[in-house]
C-alpha cells in the first residue's frame, strides 16, 4: 500500500461532516512540519484551515495545493453498503465518505508535497498545501478567510491547483480552467388573499407571475463563448397557498438561479429580471444572492504543467473545461493569475457508497508532484 493510499484511508475514517475537520489537517500539518513546512493552523469561528508553505532558496512562483477536508452528510446510513466512515476496498475501489470530494486529493498533494521538498530541498520559489473545512457549506470562514488573511501578511499565490473531483471517464481526462457565476434570487410576488368560489375578490399572484416565469424561462440570456456554454436561469423552489384547497393565495415565493458566464455581468442579469417583472405589472419583492463571480484560467504555464504531467501519467492530454458548479476556487482566482481544478473521478461525489478507484491514487499524486516539479525546481 503508497503513502498516499494510507493517508487518503486514514482521512476517510475521520468524521468530517461540515464544518468538522475531526483531526485531519492536524494529522496533515504534523506530517508536513516533519518535512520543514511553516504550519499555520487557522481557526476561524467553527471552520478550522490549514495554510502550511515551504519556502524555497531561491526567488520563484510560489504553488499551491488547495482542497478541503470537510465532506457532506451520509445520508441514511442503512443504504451504504459498507459504514461511509470506515475505509473498505471492493472490486478495485476504495468506499468512504470523502473518497472522490476530496480525500483522496487531499492525501495526494500532501505526499506529494513531501516527496517534492524531500527530492528538491532547494527548491525555487514556494509549495504550499491549503485545507479548510467549510467547502461544503456555508464558505464563510474558509478558504474566504484564508485568503484575507494570506493578502494581509503579503503572501503572494501564483499558481494554485484545487484538487475537486474532474476526471469524466479516466483519470485526467478533464481539468477545469474556469467556473461559470452563481446568482440567486428569492422572488415575492403579492395577490390577494381570498376565496377560490369567489376569485373577482381576489388578486391570484400565482396567475400573475405566469407569463412572467413563461418569459423568464424562455429568455436567451446570452451565447457565451468560447470558454463557456450560454448562461442558464432555474427554478429551484416555488411555493404558495396555506395548505388547502379553497384559498386563493396571498403571495407566491420563487427561488432561482443564474449560472453565468462572462458574457453577463450579475448587475446586467438583475437590470434584465427587474424589467421583465416590470413589464408584466407585477407587485414584486427580490432578493439577490452572488454566490460567485465567473473565472478564466487562459492556457498558460500552470495548465501546460499539469497536462504534461498527466499525459506522462496516463498517456493522453486532458480537455479543459468549465462545466459544473462552484468550488472554493472562487475564493482563489481573485488574488491567483492562474487556478485550475483537477482530481480523480466525480461520478460518485456526493452519493452513497462513494467510492474512489484505487489504481487512481498514485498516478493522482504523482501528477501533483509532477506538476510542481516542473514550476519549480
Known amino acids: 500500500m503508497t503513502a498516499a493510499l494510507r493517508l487518503a484511508e486514514t482521512l476517510l475514517a475521520r468524521r468530517s461532516v461540515t464544518p468538522a475537520d475531526d483531526g485531519c489537517q492536524a494529522l496533515i500539518a504534523e506530517r508536513l512540519a516533519a518535512r520543514g513546512f511553516e504550519c499555520h493552523p487557522l481557526r476561524f469561528g467553527a471552520v478550522d484551515n490549514l495554510w502550511a508553505v515551504h519556502r524555497g532558496v531561491a526567488p520563484g512562483p510560489c504553488v499551491v495545493l488547495a482542497g478541503h477536508t470537510d465532506v457532506v452528510p451520509t445520508g441514511p446510513v442503512e ?36 516527496e517534492f521538498v524531500q527530492a528538491n530541498p532547494a527548491h525555487k520559489g514556494a509549495v504550499a498545501v491549503l485545507c479548510t473545512s467549510d467547502e461544503e457549506g456555508p464558505a464563510i470562514d474558509g478558504t474566504r478567510r484564508v485568503v484575507e488573511w494570506l493578502v494581509a501578511r503579503g503572501e503572494r499565490l501564483d499558481a494554485c491547483i484545487v484538487g475537486e473531483p474532474t476526471s469524466v471517464e479516466r483519470l485526467g481526462d478533464v481539468i477545469k480552467n474556469g467556473r461559470r457565476g452563481s446568482l440567486s434570487g428569492r422572488l415575492e410576488v403579492r395577490g390577494v388573499q381570498g376565496h377560490v368560489a369567489y376569485p373577482h375578490l381576489a388578486l391570484n399572484p400565482v396567475h400573475t407571475l405566469a407569463p412572467a416565469l413563461a418569459e423568464l424561462a424562455a429568455t436567451r440570456w446570452d451565447e457565451g463563448n468560447a470558454s463557456f456554454p450560454p448562461t442558464t436561469w432555474q427554478v429551484s423552489n416555488i411555493h404558495a397557498g396555506t395548505g388547502v384547497g379553497n384559498v386563493i393565495p396571498g403571495s407566491v415565493a420563487l427561488d432561482f438561479n443564474f449560472r453565468h458566464c462572462t458574457e453577463s455581468t450579475p448587475d446586467a442579469l438583475k437590470r434584465r429580471v427587474h424589467e421583465i417583472l416590470d413589464r408584466h405589472g407585477l407587485r414584486w419583492s427580490l432578493d439577490w444572492t ?15 504543467a ?35 481544478e483537477f482530481g480523480v473521478s466525480n461520478a460518485s461525489a456526493h452519493q452513497v457508497d462513494e ?17 510542481i516539479e516542473a514550476l519549480l525546481r
Not at 443504504?79 to 472490486?91: G, L, N, Q
Request: with cysteine; proline share 9%; glycine share 8%.
Open 79 to 114: 443504504r451504504w453498503a459498507s459504514d461511509p466512515f470506515v475505509p473498505t476496498h471492493r472490486d478495485g475501489r476504495l468506499h468512504g465518505r470523502g473518497a472522490a470530494d476530496m480525500k483522496t486529493a487531499i492525501a495526494a498533494m500532501t505526499v506529494a508535497a513531501e
Open 306 to 340: 499539469l497536462a504534461a504531467a498527466i499525459e506522462a501519467e496516463c498517456g493522453y492530454r486532458p480537455e479543459l473545461a468549465t462545466t459544473g458548479g462552484t468550488s472554493d476556487a472562487r475564493f482563489l482566482a481573485p488574488v491567483c493569475p492562474q487556478v485550475i
Open 355 to 371: 467510492w474512489v478507484r484505487v489504481a487512481d491514487v498514485e498516478p493522482l499524486k504523482n501528477i501533483y508532484r509532477r506538476t
Open 290 to 304: 452572488l454566490g460567485a463571480e465567473p473565472f478564466l484560467t487562459k492556457p498558460g504555464p500552470l495548465s501546460d
